[in-house]
Every structure is written in C-alpha cells, then in structure tokens.
C-alpha cells in the first residue's frame, strides 16, 4: 500500500515499513536511492553503535559499518524477501567482524579514546567511561549480547538468531554480563552515592 504526504502531494517514504523500502531499492529504481537513504537514516545509530561495541578500535568498526550497509544494498538488488531488516543489517556486520577477526594477524595498537564527552555533564561523562571500561572488560560474547539488549533493545529471540544461539544462551549471556558489569561499577557507584 502506497501512503501519500497530505503536504507536500509526494510520497513519504518515512511511512514505508523497512521490509518496503528493502523491496523498493530492486523493484523500483527510479526510487531506489531516497528508499536506500530513508533505510540508512533509520538504521545507520544502531548499525554504527554495534559496529563499535564489536571493533573498539575506530577504523576497523567504521569499515564493518561501511561495509555492512554496502552488503545491505547489494542483497536488496538481489530477489531476496527480508521481513526484518535491522537483524538482517546487524546480522551481516556481525559476519564481517567474524571474518575480519579470523583473517587478523596479530597486532598491537594504542588508540586515543574516541568516545565524545563534549557538553556532557562530569557526573554523567564519568559514568559512561566506567560504562565504557566495564564493557571492555567482557568477553566478546558477553559484550555482544549486552549491547544487542541493552543497547540496540532488541528481543531475545532476535538476538538469538543473529549470534546462532539458543534463546537461554542469548539469556545466560545477557545475565552474566549484567552481574559482571555491575561487579565492576559496584565501587564506584559506593564511592558516588557517598560524595551525595
């Protein structure tokens, strides 16, 4: 179903379900790249953000960013019928970061913290650099399956299917980081709550 703007007499694309746009880039070209753009302001936050939590280092998140929606274009080219987008965008970086990290050799890099804390209160900038420190410290599966829940807030049977795991694995997982996680910030929560 095609839904008009009553403002401007165009189409809005904004109304368009993702699985719509995704269908549009191949089905209607003249509308392929506002239908691609609309689909990549949507998604690109959650993309990026994952991206991050998988490659802390900064040029390798923002190639498997890149890279992901890039796949994401091409599969939408292609005669493939995808209900759920954001898994399926998510779902390819994560393939990504699979392969780059099998074909990595072994290197090592300091890189200056990237996180931006400008115009962010004290309290609230400490707190996201412990947030920040505390994920560092979990496993890569732990880490992956926090962020997907917490951060990117998606359910567990979706997470499930992105990471080929069983619904009480993505669950286990989710726990385990949350109790190390805590563990981690319980001083410093202690040592904030006091100076309160």
Not at 62 to 82: G, K, M
Not at 107 to 132: A, F, G, K, Q, W
Request: charged residues 35%; aromatic residues 10%; glycine residues 2%.
């Amino acid at each position: 179903m095609l839904l008009r703007s009553r403002h401007s007499g165009g189409e809005r694309f904004d109304e368009y379900t993702d699985a719509e746009l995704f269908r549009m880039i191949r089905e209607t070209p003249a509308r392929a790249e506002t239908a691609f753009r609309e689909l990549y302001t949507r998604l690109a936050g959650n993309v990026y953000a994952y991206c991050r939590c998988l490659a802390w280092r900064q040029d390798e998140s923002d190639d498997l960013f890149q890279e992901a929606f890039v796949r994401l274009y091409e599969s939408a080219l292609q005669e493939r019928e995808i209900t759920n987008v954001s898994g399926y965008v998510i779902k390819i970086a994560r393939n990504l970061f699979l392969n780059m990290q099998r074909d990595k050799k072994p290197t090592v890099m300091i890189e200056d913290d990237t996180l931006s804390m400008r115009d962010v209160p004290h309290e609230r900038t400490e707190m996201l650099e412990l947030i920040h420190m505390a994920m560092e410290l979990l496993t890569d599966d732990y880490r992956e399956a926090f962020f997907l829940r917490e951060f990117a807030d998606l359910p567990y049977e979706e997470i499930a299917g992105i990471m080929n795991l069983s619904n009480v694995n993505v669950r286990i997982r989710v726990t385990r980081a949350r109790e190390k996680i805590r563990t981690i910030l319980q001083p410093y929560i202690e040592e904030y709550e006091q100076e309160q």
